[in-house]
């Protein structure tokens, strides 16, 4: 089966042979606290942002998944009440947990074939942390980096981003925002089990102010460890393993970001040339790394099953849409050929 699921996704052909070398290594055997391990996690942080372009005063954590991102943020980094700036069930979510935790988040909530309005930030009292999806793995929207960018021009805020279905796959306006976060189960093509987390300086300082130190996953007990090379609980070894495997194979992040961007072009255009109906119809909210294709419940059930007898697994639909829309994934790691393959049974289902 070949796999355009929007995670887990196909992870890089690679990750075998890296598997099996992990496994001779002995890294996967040593302790989290020995030599081996620390230089191990210090050269993954360093290719990682290396690959990434992550500026030199960002600092980088791994946890177990995005979703616990959702909830160290809330512990960790929020006082007043957070706002919420979302088109899709994923921000929603985090919204929903993060107001669990806090007991304090406000919504701004828009559509999906739309923007955000700018005009919210000038009514913010300069601490809300504001919290933002990048890329909308239910919808397949994403926020262009001149949003992120105007919106860093007009307001002190500090800004979370989740951009677990984008980093990796598109170049990232770090420099807009304090906090971002992903999962390595989409565009950095790995086994799911891990979280990348980053923090601007003033991030780490906000983290500072507020101490909070009431749980494992703690913000100040996480960067306190990693400063040390080390991490709070027994970390996913296997997991860093791969990912530095992974940060020190791919092309810079400009290189792979074109790659994206020329293929989410393609995957339009060939969409609207078969009548594939898009959720997105706004060109300008569409994201690169996953597509939403829009259909009647029977329409939809009827092209995954056709596609799954074609060897080909497409991404349900997600949220409010989940029966009517199914996602593609436009990941590095899918290969031009797979695409290939996808269109043309596509194709061959659009003239029956
Ligand atoms: O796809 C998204 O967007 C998500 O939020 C993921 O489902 C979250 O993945 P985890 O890393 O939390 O498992
Ligand atoms: N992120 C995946 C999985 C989410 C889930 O099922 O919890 C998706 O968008 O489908």
Partial sequence: MITFYPGPSKVYPEVGQ??????????????????????????????????????????VYFVSSATECWEIIAQSLISVPS?????????????????????????????????????????????E??????NETSNGTALP???????RSESDNLIA???????????????????????????????????????????VERAIELGERKHYNSLLFIRENFLKNQTPFTPNILGIYLLNRIMQQVKPIEEVAEQTALRSREWYQFLTKYRYPLVVTNEAARS?????????????????????KAGIVLGNG??????????????????????????QFLVSFAGK
């Fill in 83 to 127: 706002l919420h700036i979302y088109n899709g069930a994923f921000g929603e979510k985090w919204m929903e947990y993060t107001q669990k935790i806090t007991s304090g988040a406000s919504s701004f909530y828009f559509d999906h074939n739309a923007l955000p309005e700018l005009p919210f930030a000038s009514k913010l009292s300069g601490s």
């Fill in 288 to 308: 690169e790394t996953v597509i939403a294709v829009a259909g009647t419940r029977e329409k939809t059930a009827q092209i995954k099953e056709a596609a799954k």
């Fill in 145 to 151: 980096a001149s949003f992120l960018e105007s919106l």
């Fill in 161 to 203: 981003v989740d951009a677990t279905s984008s980093m990796a796959g598109v170049e990232l306006p770090w420099e807009s925002a304090d906090i971002w976060y992903a999962s390595v189960q989409k565009c950095f093509g790995l086994p799911a089990g891990m979280g990348v987390l980053i923090l601007s300086p003033r991030a």
């Fill in 18 to 59: 890296y598997l099996q070398e992990a496994f001779e290594s002995g890294v996967i055997s040593a302790n989290h606290r020995s030599a081996a391990f620390m230089e191990m996690l210090a050269e993954t942080i360093s290719n990682l942002k290396l690959k990434l372009d992550v500026p030199a005063d960002y600092e």
């Fill in 129 to 134: 942390l504001i919290c933002l999806t990048h």
């Fill in 318 to 343: 997600y949220g409010t849409q989940k029966d009517t829309s199914f996602r593609i994934a436009n990941f590095p790691a899918i290969s031009s050929q797979e695409i290939a393959m996808l269109q």
